[in-house]
C-alpha cells in the first residue's frame, strides 16, 4: 500500500525564509515541494476553474511518481450545495485536470460547516462523479462556454478516479455512510479545532486525512507524540490495505511543511535526507 504524506497547497508567502529558502524563486516553489514530498492538495481548483496549460505546468515541475490531489470547485459544494451540479462538473473536468494524467490523485470535495445535504443530495450528487479518467473525459464533454479552451482528452481511459467528501458539520447518520459505502468514496478524517472528527471506514480503497491543526484551526502544530499517535492511524490504513493520503493545512504559522516531514520519519521509520526523497509504496 502506498503511503503519501504532503501538504494542502504550496503558494504560502510566509514560508518564503522558512521551508522556502529566502531566494527560491516562486516558480520553483511546487518543484521544490515535489522534491520533499510524494503528493500535495491543488487549492486553486477549488476557487476557480484552472486552464489547461497551469496544469500541464504542475506536472512538468512533478516527479512522474508524484501525485496531485485535486480540491473540486467550490461552484459545485458551497453555491450549488452539490444540486444541479451536472454542467458545473462537465467545467471542472473539462478545465484541464485530465492534463495531470497519471500524477492525477484523488479529487477532495470539502462541504461548507453549515451543510451536510440529505442521503439523496448526496446519492445523486456522487452518482455523477467519474471514477475513471476515460469517464471524466466524457463528463467533460458537456462544459459551457465557461471553459473557453477545453481539454477532455486522456492518456490512460481505465485509470481510476478516487473521490473523498470532507464533512464539517455534525449529525453524519447512518444512512449518509451507506450512500457513501455505495459509491466507494472516502470519508475524510480531518482534524480542526471548529468542527467535528469523522472516523468511519466507508470500504473505499483510499484513505482521506486533513490535519487542520488545534484547537487553533490552521495555525496550532502537532506534538512528537501527536504525531506517533496519527502514525498509528496511518499505518491501520496500511494493515486495512487502503492507499493512504495525509495533508497538511495548519499553515499560518509555518507548521504544515515540518509537521508532515515529522510525519513520515515516523511512519517510515527513517529520515529522508533533504532533497533525497523516499518514493512512496
Known amino acids: 500500500m502506498e503511503v503519501r504524506i504532503g501538504l494542502s497547497g504550496w503558494q504560502y508567502d510566509s514560508w518564503r525564509g522558512d521551508f522556502y529558502p529566502r531566494d527560491l524563486p516562486k516558480r520553483r516553489w511546487l518543484a521544490y515541494?515535489?522534491?520533499?514530498f510524494p503528493t500535495v492538495e491543488?487549492?486553486?481548483?477549488?476557487?476557480?476553474?484552472?486552464?489547461?496549460?497551469?496544469?500541464?505546468?504542475?506536472?512538468?515541475?512533478?516527479?512522474?511518481r508524484f501525485r496531485f490531489a485535486l480540491k473540486g470547485g467550490r461552484y459545485v459544494t458551497h453555491m450549488l450545495r452539490l444540486r444541479n451540479v451536472e454542467t458545473a462538473l462537465a467545467n471542472f473536468f473539462a478545465?484541464?485536470?485530465?492534463?495531470?494524467?497519471?500524477t492525477l490523485g484523488p479529487v477532495l470535495w470539502q462541504l461548507p460547516e453549515a451543510l451536510l445535504p440529505t442521503p439523496q443530495v448526496l446519492d445523486d450528487f456522487l452518482a455523477l462523479l467519474p471514477r475513471t479518467?476515460?469517464?471524466?473525459?466524457?463528463?467533460?464533454?458537456?462544459h459551457d462556454d465557461k471553459v473557453a479552451v477545453p481539454a477532455v482528452t486522456n492518456e490512460d481511459p481505465g485509470g481510476e478516479l478516487h473521490h473523498a467528501l470532507?464533512?464539517?458539520?455534525?449529525?453524519?447518520?447512518?444512512?449518509?455512510v451507506e450512500v457513501l459505502r455505495r459509491h466507494g468514496t472516502a470519508l475524510v478524517d480531518s482534524h480542526a479545532g471548529d468542527f467535528p472528527r469523522l472516523r468511519v471506514d466507508t470500504g473505499s480503497p483510499i484513505a482521506y486525512l486533513r490535519l487542520h491543526g488545534a484547537p487553533r484551526t490552521y495555525h496550532d502544530?502537532?506534538?512528537?507524540?501527536?504525531?506517533?499517535?496519527?502514525a498509528t492511524t496511518v499505518l491501520g490504513h496500511v494493515d486495512a490495505g487502503r492507499d493512504t493520503y495525509v495533508?497538511?493545512?495548519?499553515?499560518?504559522?509555518?507548521?504544515?511543511p515540518w509537521d508532515a516531514l515529522a510525519l513520515d520519519r515516523i511512519?517510515?521509520?527513517?529520515d529522508r535526507g533533504p532533497g533525497h526523497p523516499e518514493l512512496p509504496g
Open 33 to 36: 515541494t515535489a522534491e520533499r
Open 95 to 102: 478545465s484541464g485536470p485530465l492534463e495531470l494524467g497519471d
Open 133 to 142: 479518467h476515460g469517464a471524466a473525459a466524457a463528463l467533460a464533454e458537456h
Open 247 to 256: 495533508y497538511f493545512d495548519n499553515d499560518a504559522e509555518q507548521h504544515a
Open 166 to 176: 470532507e464533512v464539517r458539520s455534525a449529525g453524519l447518520t447512518d444512512e449518509h
Open 221 to 230: 502544530g502537532y506534538s512528537p507524540q501527536a504525531l506517533g499517535r496519527w
Open 42 to 64: 491543488v487549492n486553486g481548483s477549488f476557487y476557480a476553474l484552472q486552464r489547461p496549460d497551469r496544469y500541464r505546468a504542475w506536472r512538468a515541475a512533478a516527479p512522474p
Open 267 to 270: 511512519v517510515r521509520g527513517r
